[in-house]
């Protein structure tokens, strides 16, 4: 077993905390019942279920330090660092790499996607312990993800805003992780059955994660 998989807790839907060392890192924290106070926060896109202040107040100290993008940053107090997609920054020692997140075959409306690439929104690829392990964000499977590098992949499933089971099939074929874990199921959205399915015809391994308080 991938010795990083013992410091990922899946907190539902798309929301993870990570451990590296001493710190605690937060992603996309949503509907949080508790936990320890955040060292580093990320946050993909300005989305409610992915940029909740009520959730970031839980968690937030004023050593946090806040990582996202302008229109997520402006809901937030605090330090906030501001990226857009291709900017690669160090944050308490951890290397950090903003990259794109958007919709090709999913929209709201005609022509009008829910999460458009020129909003600029972001995942995230973390090097924690040697490991790179990507956050896509919401996301389709799009060209950008044949150029990453990575190690653990953290991968949407449900389908309606982002990939469905079968497409995160393919964006696994094409990033080649060691490891894929299902996410934006849980906490009401999307069903854990599709993890499932996820995993019954992924080529790589996955791991389905216990929801946690």
Request: aromatic content about 6%; hydrophobic content about 40%; glycine content about 8%.
């Amino acid at each position: 077993m991938n010795p990083l998989l013992q410091h990922i807790h899946w907190l539902g839907h798309d929301s993870f905390r990570l451990e590296s060392g001493d710190l605690q890192i937060y992603i996309d924290p949503y509907q949080l019942t508790g936990g320890p106070a955040a060292d580093l926060i990320l946050i993909t896109h300005e989305h409610r279920d992915h940029c909740s202040p009520e959730d970031v107040a839980k968690i937030q100290t004023d050593a946090t330090i806040i990582v996202t993008i302008a229109a997520a940053a402006s809901q937030l107090r605090g330090e906030i660092q501001i990226v857009r997609p291709g900017d690669k920054l160090t944050v308490k020692g951890l290397p950090i790499e903003a990259v794109p997140a958007y919709n090709l075959t999913k929209f709201r409306a005609p022509g009008q996607p829910f999460h458009p690439k020129e909003a600029g929104h972001v995942g995230f690829i973390i090097t924690i312990e040697g490991q790179r392990l990507y956050h896509t964000g919401d996301v389709d499977v799009i060209p950008e993800m044949a150029t990453f590098e990575v190690d653990i992949a953290l991968l949407p499933v449900s389908g309606t805003y982002v990939m469905t089971a079968e497409e995160a099939v393919e964006a696994a074929k094409i990033l080649h992780p060691k490891v894929a874990i299902p996410m934006h199921v849980g906490r009401g959205i999307g069903g854990l059955e599709m993890a499932e399915q996820f995993r019954q015809n992924a080529p790589v391994t996955v791991k389905i994660l216990e929801i946690e308080a």
